[in-house]
């Protein structure tokens, strides 16, 4: 997401998969559990989604370089440890939201999809070289687009998420006196030292910090009544809410949303336009909409992709 000194989408720390339904009894910051590591072969857990009804469009599939066109295949590069994103599904492979909107992308292209795994710093120097594209959750940002071109997808921001029925009363963004569970070496830490910043200057009781090694024990605090409150990035809460099983749900307004971009070179402005006719594509047809439903992330939807939104 946003960068810094350090690489981080938003994180420092590359978010888990995450998986709830085991058991609630996690320690803060105690090592993750497989369940944590990978999400694996639990029911639903990586919907099935039908992309057979999305067809090549030859406009757009013109526009893609001839070299890209005679390999037949789209190479993406991305860090596979970032669900629901991206990451290793229980065969091995990667799977996720940018997985599928990749092959949505493929097969309006008439182009093959193959995604090979990356560390997240070294993503943007390989584009054009080692990689035609990057999906991997970057957010557009001014200086990324002064090193490449970006094709905006999806809107992700700061979410909240409670055990269902909020009985804590938790009304964002005040988290007064709240248990607050989150990633530790996020930029989570940064919204809960300046929240209980505030509070304290205003006199009230500071926020009680509860910080986790992964998200889905982060997750699994909030559901269980550990915590009051999980916060994250949307897509990782939306995500923890759809699996669960009715748990926990949504509360207040996603916050300091930004959007998502595809990665290209900036000497390939013709595949840039051809994935942003793509994307469009998936979004006037639907398919997008079904793609991020599935996941639990349709408010993550934008209505017009671009080349480079400033």
């Known amino acids: 997401m946003f960068p810094s000194s350090r690489p981080r989408r938003r994180t420092l720390l590359r978010a888990l998969p995450l998986a709830l339904g085991a058991a609630i009894t996690v320690p803060a910051l105690g090592g993750c559990t497989h369940a944590s590591e990978r999400l694996d072969a639990e029911t639903d857990a990586i919907p099935t989604i039908d992309l057979s009804g999305i067809t090549k469009q030859n406009d757009l599939a013109d526009l893609v370089p001839k070299d890209v066109r005679d390999r037949g295949t789209l190479v993406n590069g991305a860090a ?12 091995g492979g990667a799977v996720g ?7 949505g992308i493929g097969k309006v292209l008439g182009l093959g999809t193959r995604t ?7 993503i943007i120097p390989s ?3 080692k ?15 002064k090193q490449v071109s970006m094709v905006s997808y999806f809107s992700a921001g700061m979410s909240y998420a409670v055990k269902k029925g909020n009985p804590y009363d938790i009304d964002p963004p005040d988290l007064c006196g709240a248990r607050v569970a989150h990633q530790v070496g996020t930029y989570m830490d940064d919204v809960v030292a300046e929240r209980d910043a505030a509070c304290r200057k205003d006199g009230g009781q500071g926020v009680i910090d509860q910080p ?16 009051d409150v999980l916060i994250g990035d949307s897509p990782v809460v939306a995500y923890a809410i759809e699996k669960s099983r009715g748990t926990l749900e949504q509360v207040g307004d996603i916050e300091d949303a930004a959007l998502y971009g595809i990665v290209v070179a900036k000497d390939q402005p013709e595949l840039a336009e051809a994935i942003r006719g793509a994307v469009q594509h998936l979004i006037d047809t639907g398919a997008m909409h079904d793609i991020l439903d599935a996941w639990g992330n349709a408010a993550g939807m934008i209505k017009t992709s671009e080349v480079d939104p400033q």
């Open 80 to 91: 596979l440890n970032y669900a629901p994103g991206e990451f290793v599904g229980s065969d």
């Open 97 to 103: 939201i940018d997985m599928d909107i990749l092959s």
């Open 116 to 122: 090979e795994s990356a560390v997240f710093a070294q």
């Open 127 to 129: 584009i054009g070289s």
């Open 131 to 145: 990689y035609d594209v990057g999906i991997s959750s970057f957010t557009i940002d001014p200086d990324r687009l």
């Open 212 to 227: 986790y090694v992964g998200n889905a024990d982060a997750a699994t605090a909030a559901a269980g009544g550990k915590a």
